[in-house]
Nanobody, 122 residues
């Protein structure tokens, strides 16, 4: 069983940057596809970025391509989301998630979730 704890959220001005971290415990993240999702009230959870096991292949939603970077440090059991050029429509609760198998961007495919960290851009 994997526990995920996000941190790094906060309030930032338009055009600013934040780096989110997700520390895992209970298992090594090297065995998992890791993803970042975001959600605003009354909307479905949206896949932002994923990073696969092995090759570390990445996926980004079109809305964040060129601005966000997902990375993983397996030795530290941590996944990061570097967010640059933040815009008001990036405001959301950001969640880290882990999936035992191949990466998808479907939230229901992921097995473990963190509690989320709020990002507010204004």
């Amino acid at each position: 069983h994997v526990q995920l704890v996000e941190s790094g959220g906060g309030s930032v001005q338009v055009g600013g940057s934040l780096t989110l971290s997700c520390v895992a415990s209970g298992d090594t993240i090297g065995r998992y596809c890791m993803g970042w999702f975001r959600q605003i009230p009354d909307r479905e959870r949206e896949g932002v970025a994923t990073i696969s096991t092995g090759s570390g292949r990445t996926y980004y939603a079109d809305s964040v391509k060129g601005r966000f970077t997902i990375s993983r440090d397996n030795a530290k059991n941590t996944v990061f989301l570097q967010m640059n050029q933040l815009q008001p429509n990036d405001t959301a609760m950001y969640y880290c998630a882990a999936r035992r198998w191949q990466c998808t961007v479907v939230p229901s495919d992921f097995d473990y979730w963190g509690q989320g960290t709020q990002v507010t851009v204004s």
